[in-house]
């Protein structure tokens, strides 16, 4: 219970951030912020991720294994993150304050932060201290929240706001005290063996985060600090929403999936796919609901700088990061649950080449704007999807659930033309009334097609 309160705190202080700090900095320096925070994520996945992967898996190995592996975790994550930071420390020094030097110091210093404080917290998770982890999760996002919209409302700066969350991340770390508990230098087979473990099971991951940021450096490399920052506000909305609803799809509904698996591979496909049906139709119904709110409730959360350039991309951004969600929470998992990962690499490399080459396209036949880069990555997104479905199929010995499937996809359409027909059609009061309205469309529509409901979502028969 208590993770589950930290998971949904957690949560509501990014978006908490996410909806107040555009109110407190001018569109060019919430863009610093957004990218700075956004390329600092990625670099904390390419940096730490395969080793918080190791730690979660490793670090409370058997003592007796003669790869010493919880001691090769310690010091490789204390290595790089040295390294890290003294790269960090030499950049901000070097760079001139606002230039791309000191701006990649930066990003390194957050990456740092970040990684530190995931590699904690991982450990925590390991060893089963899950009322530490809980609370000092908790805490971090209570800090961050505080610290970062103090720092935004005090400075109005960008840079400050991220140094607001670094705070946050370096202080939590200090609290969570976790520690490796005993340091070896690594065998050159033991670092081998975790490179292999972790790169390969993260790769899909960074790459399916790598997308959307280059979609964001696309955007503000054509349309400047300003023009870029509601269509980058459209996206970050999405992604926390979303990617919210990602998290607790995995802590609820994907640990059942697994263990029925390992109890009965034959039976467990069955499930694994009940596990996309039910991801396709939560996300699916989010979809609808956010492109509602998008379209009657904008102006009380996107604030008038940023709205031109929010309305003109937000249908395009909710749909890319529903893609990104639907591969990411479904098909990734899949391929995870039946060791399959790299067929996850595959298909997300070949979504990020797509659009670069569309990218590529769109600047060398002068068609490039916010909304055609926008368009590239739902192609190319849709590319993905659809090949990494096709491999699900293939690979897994999966039958997919075309019935199921495209019956969530008719209730998704008769949802869309409802809210559609209460945005245009209907009053402010039933225009409010109206979210409630869709959401019931939608589960009455899931109920009466056999598609599921509530109880299903929640693991039960």
């Known amino acids: 219970m ?69 001691e090769a975790l310690g010091a490789l994550y204390l290595g790089v993150l040295g390294v890290a930071v003294v790269l960090a420390v030499l950049l901000l020094v070097t760079g001139d304050a606002g230039g791309a030097i000191f701006t990649a110091g930066f990003i390194l210093f957050y990456a740092c932060a970040q990684g530190a404080f995931d590699g904690q917290q991982a450990s925590l998770r390991a ?63 033991s670092v081998i063996f975790l490179m292999k473990f972790g790169l390969f099971a993260a790769a899909a991951g960074m790459i399916s ?23 980058l506000l459209a996206v970050d909305i999405a992604q926390k929403i979303l990617m919210a609803l990602g998290t607790a799809i995995n802590l609820v509904l994907l640990q059942p999936v697994i263990g029925r698996v390992n109890l009965d591979p034959v039976e467990g496909r069955r499930h694994m796919a009940g596990h996309l049906v039910n991801v396709v139709a939560l996300f699916s119904a989010a979809m609808v609901v956010l492109l509602y709110a998008n379209r009657v409730m904008v102006t009380y959360f996107v604030p008038p700088a940023f709205l031109d350039s929010y309305s003109k991309v937000s249908l395009l951004a909710v749909i890319s990061v529903v893609l990104v969600c639907l591969k990411s929470y479904g098909l990734d998992a899949l391929f995870a649950i039946g060791g399959k990962t790299v067929y996850s690499v595959a298909t997300s490399a070949l979504a990020l080449i797509l659009f670069v080459l569309g990218c590529v396209g769109l600047y060398a036949t002068q068609s490039i704007g916010l909304v055609s880069i926008l368009i590239a990555l739902l192609l190319a997104l849709t590319v993905g999807v659809i090949l990494a479905a096709w491999l699900a199929a293939s690979k897994l010995s999966m039958k997919l659930p075309w019935a199921k499937l495209s019956r969530i996809f008719l209730v998704t359409f008769v949802a869309l033309a409802a809210s559609y027909c209460l945005a245009v059609y209907a009053g402010p009061v039933v225009q409010m009334l109206g979210m409630v309205m869709i959401v019931l469309v939608i589960l009455c529509g899931y109920r009466s097609l056999g598609v599921g409901g509530p109880k299903q979502w929640l693991g039960h028969s």
Do not use: K
Request: hydrophobic content about 55%; glycine content about 6%; overall charge positive.
């Open 127 to 189: 060893s089963f201290r899950n009322v530490r982890f809980s609370i000092t999760w908790m805490a971090r996002s209570i800090l961050s929240f505080i610290l970062t919209l103090a720092a935004a409302s005090t400075f109005s700066d960008g840079r400050f706001a991220l140094a607001g969350l670094i705070i946050s991340f370096l202080v939590a770390s200090l609290f969570a005290g976790s520690c490796p508990r005993s340091l070896r230098w690594p065998a050159r087979s």
């Open 209 to 231: 985060f790598a997308l959307p940021l280059a979609a964001r450096y696309a955007m503000v490399h054509y349309a400047g600090g300003a023009e870029s920052a509601g269509a």
């Open 2 to 70: 208590l993770m589950l309160v930290s998971l949904v705190l957690a949560n509501l202080a990014s978006l908490g951030i996410q909806f107040v700090i555009p109110r407190l900095l001018v569109p060019e320096e919430y863009t610093r912020f957004a990218m700075m925070w956004a390329s600092g994520q990625l670099a904390a996945a390419v940096l730490f991720e395969w080793l918080r992967i190791g730690v979660v898996r490793y670090s409370t190995s058997d003592s007796r294994d003669p790869r010493q592996l919880p």
